[in-house]
DNA sequence: CTGATATCAGTTGTACTGATATAT
DNA sequence: CATATATCAGTACAACTGATATCA
């Protein structure tokens, strides 16, 4: 089925979208539906007044125990240079805490804390229910196939 | 399945990636697809010397005939204010004319040239190369139910 | 008057680059 | 020497805001 004629002259009461060529796209769909996650997470992370990589870092201390400030970047995937400013925050809020590692003195060595541990917590269930919403119209087969799917994608350019 | 225990104490030769929990979280992975893609498309069209916006326009001019700026800015969905750079480098590269509307002269009607006729040819085939590119490791039938998933998120929450 | 249009100037947020001091 | 770490300053870019002149 071909698109509406071209160079066809805009007559009145013709419903303007986003043309279907460009809407069904599948790079364009990815940046669509990505910006509405991150508008969604970061709403929700909001509420508790902190942001997608604070909850990036405590989740990957958790996973992982105490870690360097290198390895937190390439594990949850933030910046060697924005880690410093993220770590600051959360160091200053109580929630982690920085130490130097005795073994190597150019590292710190990052850990979690009690109070860190509870924030975690209750950012979870924030983000539980921000990825809710953003799958809402999803049943519960089609939000794992489109996670399976987007790892596949994922996996395929990160190798 | 449980994550790797709390606290643990980092074990060499234990592999260590983003963790389960941050890795499967369905923002999380359409930011890095859309990421992926975005990178793809962007490569693909510089191979043109072009940007996706300069796409987005020449589509929607071709899909609706004549426009103003205000409506190209709705259907393409780039922002009005960026709209008139946008236009003045397609103009200056004779793909698009801008001409007074005299029946409205607040409007300026963008049209099509031949020029960027075959260019938007041009760009058709490098699109379709990079759409190829960010769907690689998907066969036919799963391409078909991510689109379609997708399409389900963004119409809910454009509406 | 209001509201829409095109334009430009400027802000914001985020990813990233580059340089530096320190230590391995 | 080369390499790795943490830090900070500054860049690049895109999305967005706000103001203005023009016109319906």
Chains 1, 2 share one sequence.
Do not use: C, F
């Not at 933030?78 to 929630?95: C, E, P, Q, T």
């Amino acid at each position: 089925m071909p698109d509406a004629p071209d160079h066809a002259t805009p007559r009145h009461g013709t419903p303007r979208r986003t043309p279907e060529r460009l809407a069904q796209l599948p790079s364009r769909l990815l940046a669509e539906t990505a910006a509405h996650g991150d508008r969604l997470v970061t709403a929700g992370l909001a509420a508790a007044g902190m942001r997608k990589w604070d909850y990036a870092v405590l989740v990957t201390l958790q996973a992982y125990g105490p870690a360097s400030q290198a390895e937190l970047s390439d594990w949850s995937g933030i910046h060697r240079s924005d880690m410093v400013s993220v770590l600051n925050d959360l160091a200053a809020a109580g929630h982690v805490q920085r130490a130097p590692d005795p073994g190597d003195r150019r590292r710190n060595i990052v850990s979690l804390t009690p109070t860190g541990r509870r924030r975690l917590a209750r950012l979870d269930r924030l983000i539980a229910e921000a990825e809710d919403r953003v799958l809402a119209p999803l049943d519960p087969a089609e939000r794992t196939e489109l996670v399976r799917l987007l790892r596949a994608l994922a996996a395929h350019h990160a190798g």
